[in-house]
T-cell receptor
Framework: NAGVTQTPKFRILKIGQSMTLQCTQD?????MYWYRQDPGMGLKLIYY???????DKGEVPNGYNVSRSTTEDFPLRLELAAPSQTSVYFCASSDKQGENTGELFFGEGSRLTVL | AQSVSQHNHHVILSEAASLELGCNYS??????LFWYVQYPGQHLQLLLK??????LVKGIKGFEAEFIKSKFSFNLRKPSVQWSDTAEYFCAGGSSNTGKLIFGQGTTLQVKP
């Protein structure tokens, strides 16, 4: 019963490097989300997707890109890492229940440090 | 713009004290509201949710929240807190139309034994 799986759990990047945070879910959920969590700031929505082939910007999309080629996968790409992107990243998914957005199921998080 | 705000950033209580954490939202149209909890070292888990119907929602571990549409509020309450309730609490709001889900800044609750 895997749920939402994120990799890697920890990563250190140098300024200007690029990387992809992987996220996959096995619950056949339509909705997927990427959040970043910073102390005192709560969770900020980076990007979200309501289904395969559909993505949309959240509150803080600059410096990130996403794709949703399958229902299961929702990778987050950092093209040119900056110190401001040091954070803990959470992927989440939910199933739309009728007209309502359902409960979010979270991955365990990915701690990224940019030096 | 859609937003969710939490008034209290850090709350310290003694065991058995009553708890109320404030949450206000700014949304047009139909809104879905949630409270999540994050215990130290763990990821977020759902406490309770409101979609429609009875504005008083009961969740796990004795928590409840009341949706007051006229005040755009969804405050979390618990009559008597325990040391194990020490955690960070997040209010979140989502649009039924778009699926977008926004979180508040979070409130750190520390319960002294």
């Amino acid at each position: 019963n895997a749920g939402v799986t994120q990799t890697p759990k920890f990563r250190i990047l140098k300024i200007g490097q690029s990387m992809t945070l992987q996220c996959t879910q096995d619950m056949n959920h339509n909705y997927m989300y990427w959040y970043r969590q910073d102390p005192g700031m709560g969770l900020k929505l980076i990007y979200y997707s309501v289904g395969a082939g559909i993505t949309d910007k959240g509150e803080v999309p600059n410096g990130y890109n996403v794709s949703r080629s399958t229902t299961e996968d929702f990778p987050l790409r950092l093209e040119l890492a900056a110190p401001s992107q040091t954070s803990v990243y959470f992927c989440a998914s939910s199933d739309k229940q009728g007209e309502n957005t359902g409960e979010l199921f979270f991955g365990e998080g990915s701690r990224l440090t940019v030096l | 713009a859609q937003s969710v705000s939490q008034h209290n950033h850090h709350v310290i209580l003694s065991e058995a004290a009553s708890l109320e954490l404030g949450c206000n939202y700014s949304y047009g149209g139909t809104v879905n509201l949630f409270w999540y909890v994050q215990y130290p070292g763990q990821h977020l888990q759902l406490l309770l949710k409101y979609f429609s119907g009875d504005p008083l929602v009961k969740g796990i571990k004795g928590f409840e929240a009341e949706f007051i549409k006229s005040k755009f509020s969804f405050n979390l309450r618990k009559p008597s807190v325990q040391w194990s309730d020490t955690a960070e609490y997040f209010c979140a709001g989502g649009s039924s139309n778009t699926g977008k889900l926004i979180f508040g800044q979070g409130t750190t609750l520390q319960v002294k034994p």
